[in-house]
Each structure stands twice: as C-alpha cells, then as structure tokens.
C-alpha cells in the first residue's frame, strides 16, 4: 500500500505532492474554468462516435465465450462479437448512463451503446475515465421508459489533452485505481470473513447452546441435526402470534394517519428503535390494532427476488409511537413464556434456520413465503433463562464484530471517494501525471 494510499485511508483527504500544469488558460466554459493551457475543449460527438448496440434474445443466443452486455453489465454469453477489443459499454435504457469496460470482443446488446476502436481517433482508455465524470446517468428527459438520449450524451463538454498525454493519464490512472481496487478488495475480504465469524458463533449458540459439555440427543429436524437433551421443540405457532401484514403506503382522509415500518426498514436493518424516520401512511381502526408495532416483536421479510435473501429478521428495540408493521413482511410476537423475542431474532439470523426458508420459498422471478411457512417450522426451545443468556452472549460476542466491520466499511468508502475524485482531478487537468506515468 503506498503512503498516499494510506494517508487516504485515514483521513479521506488527497495525498500531497500532487503538482499542477506549468500553465493556464480559460476554458471558455464556466462550469470548467480554468485548463492547461495546451489542452482543448471539446464536445463528446467530436471526440467518439456512440454506436447502437444490436439486438440479440436469448433464443437467439448460441454458447460461446463471448460476453453479451446490457445496461449493466454482462447478461450471458455468445459466440460472435460485433466489437472490436477492447471495448466500452454505455447503459442506453434500462441502467442509462452506467459505463462497463470490455478487455476482450464483446455483443453489446441494443439497451447500450459502445465503443471501440473504429469510433474514435482518441485513447480508448482515457476516454473511459472520462466517461465516468460525465454523469450521463443524469441526463435520462423519459420518465416513462429513463434513457440516455444520444444526442444529450454527444453535447456534453470534455477536456481533451494531445494523444501522448491521454496515454500518459491512461497509465497513470489505470495504475492507481488499480492499487485502490486492491485494498478496496482486501478490507471486502476481510469484511466477508468477519462476517462468517459472526455467523458461526450465531449458529452456535441458537442450535447448541452455550455449554459445550451439555448432553446432546437428535432434535428429529433435519436442519438442526442434534440439540440440548434439555430443549424442546415447537411449532412457532404454539409460542408466538404471526400475522401477515396487507397495509401497504397510502393516503386517505377517511383514516387515521400513522407510520409505516416498511419492508427496506426491515431489510437494511437488524434493529429499529424510535430514531427511525418512518414513511408516512394512513390505515383503520381494524389494521392499526392488528398490526401495531410493539417492542420484542420480530419483522421478517417474507419474499424477495432470490430465495437466500427472504427471512430476513429485524428486531424492534423500543416501543414506537403509531407505527405499524407494512406490506412483504410477517410480524411475530413472542409470547414471553416459552419464547422470547431477542432469542426468537437470533434465531432467525441462524444460517442453519434460515435454509429452511430458502427451501419452502416458492417463485420464478419473485420468491415469497406462506404465513403457514412461519406458523409451522419447528424451532428449538431452551429454557426461558437460557434464551436470555444466548441473546446476551450474542450481542456481546458480535459487538466487537460489528464495530470493526463498521470502521473498515468506512474505509472503503473514503477509498472510493477518494478514486474518483482522483481520476476526476487527472482528467480535468488538476494534476500533473505525465511524470509520474
């Protein structure tokens, strides 16, 4: 990792060293201000060409090793190329203004634009980083079907240095966002490891307790394999009430206006507490007392577009003025003498108890779970005061889990803010590269 790498890391701020252009000018255009003084002014259609992807269905597919790309990356693969290599991708509908780079032939779709080497005169490497200043992603005037109108894209106004400079600041870029994108993989790694730990010492505590010596027997559910001989085994519904939410956003004067914890409040987060900013929402009498938000509760997503991401619990912290449980999720309410809600959280957090619902999730493109799903999986039951102890070892073994997740979280997020302030420095003639290259 190089010192200015560092430094970035641990403050969020440009490393120093970094020098200006000897000299210059006006750039005639107020929002870029001044440029070297050898550099030009151009608008995108005088620099490239964007060519029209073609269009190519999946019927009409035949396997091959040629990636296909749509708006936002590869979508599958081919056995003909209608590019040259290498090649850039630009989201056209769909995720407009998204920009992919190909290394090898490609068959950019027709929801993309491209470019390669017959659409422009200039480096083709440069101009990628100089696409990703130019917020294209931005320009979309459909609001039916968003796009990126060509013509929009070709007025946008660039900075373009000689060629042996677009090289230069090519290399010089490629050299160090390359070395960003290293750590930034790295501390991801690590964060992917931190949470494995996390999840071990879950699984661990909800499925085999606390005491490593405590005699074992078979639980009889294939899931959880063996269990304490002193545990039980219920169906959820003989411990807690589980009600299916129907209150979707909506407004009417005719109801009582409230807040609604809604399905992202539940999927972004393992706790909700009075801090939240809840979306507003109106509901009856009836909806408001049936599915008041009460704290102990767990809310649980119960569809999503992929089966391993259903079941995702959250736990209500404190009690919440007016909220009510919202649409896609199941609302569970421990009933506080054989089931406590912290425990009954966890649990829902067991890689091990949650392959259950990956399995009973029915869908093609949408996977949802039945309220019978949660009504009738069989969960183990220790004792009342050894579910408070595992909730309370838990909290306290993954405290120092979650801090450090957070803190390299942050990292990496001043390491990307960092990228692309730097390429947007280099490309706008802030810097200096053509010695450091």
């Not at 599958?76 to 630009?90: D, M, T």
């Not at 003025?321 to 809600?341: F, K, P, S």
């Not at 969960?379 to 102890?389: K, S």
């Amino acid at each position: 990792m190089s010192a200015e790498l560092k430094q970035t890391a641990a403050t969020g701020a440009p490393a120093s060293g970094w020098k200006p252009y000897p000299a210059y000018k006006d750039s005639g255009v107020e929002w870029i201000g001044r440029v070297p003084e050898h550099w030009e002014v151009w608008k995108l259609k005088w620099v490239s060409n964007l060519i029209y992807g073609s269009s190519l269905s999946n019927d009409e597919r035949i396997e091959g090793k040629v990636p296909v790309y749509g708006s936002n990356g590869i979508i599958g693969y081919h056995n003909q190329a209608i590019s040259i290599k290498p090649c850039i991708i630009i989201g056209r509908k769909g995720s407009f203004g998204k920009v992919n780079y190909s290394n090898i032939e490609c068959f950019p779709i027709d929801t993309t634009y491209y470019i390669d080497e017959t659409a422009t005169k200039n480096n083709l490497s440069w101009l990628l980083y100089v696409l990703y200043t130019l917020n294209l992603d931005g320009l979309s005037k459909d609001s039916a079907v968003p796009g990126l109108s060509r013509e929009d894209a070709y007025d946008k106004s660039i900075l373009v240095p000689p060629l042996p400079e677009q090289r230069a600041i090519s290399l010089y870029l490629d050299d160090r966002t390359q070395k960003i994108d290293s750590l930034i993989e790295k501390k991801q790694k690590l964060i992917d490891l931190l949470k494995e730990e996390r999840t071990v010492i879950i699984n661990q505590a909800v499925t085999r307790g606390l005491n490593p010596d405590a005699p074992m027997k078979d639980s009889g559910i294939e899931w959880l394999g063996e269990m304490p001989k002193h545990w039980k085994i219920k169906r959820m519904k003989y411990v807690a009430e589980i009600k299916s939410s129907n209150v979707d956003k909506k407004s009417s004067d005719n109801e009582i206006k409230v807040f609604l914890c809604n399905y992202l409040d539940v999927y972004k987060n393992e706790y909700i507490d009075n801090s939240f900013s809840f979306m507003e929402a109106t509901a009856n009498e009836n909806e408001i007392t049936k599915f008041i938000v009460k704290k102990g509760d767990v809310l649980v997503t119960k569809d999503s577009e992929t089966p391993d991401d259903i079941a995702n619990p959250a736990y209500i912290k404190d009690d919440l003025t007016n909220t009510i449980c919202g649409y896609h999720l199941a609302q569970i309410r421990a009933n506080q003498i054989e089931l406590i809600g912290e425990y009954l959280f966890r649990l829902f957090q067991s890689k091990k108890f949650n392959s259950h619902f990956e399995v009973s999730a029915n869908g093609i493109t949408r996977f949802g779970l039945s309220i019978d799903s949660f009504k009738l999986v069989l969960i183990p039951l220790p004792p009342i005061e050894e579910q408070n102890e595992i909730a309370k070892y838990i909290e306290t073994s993954t405290q120092k889990i979650h801090r450090t997740i957070s803190r390299i979280e942050k990292e990496i997020t001043l390491l990307q803010e960092y990228r692309t302030a730097l390429i947007s420095e280099v490309i706008t003639g802030k810097i200096d590269v053509r010695e450091a290259a």
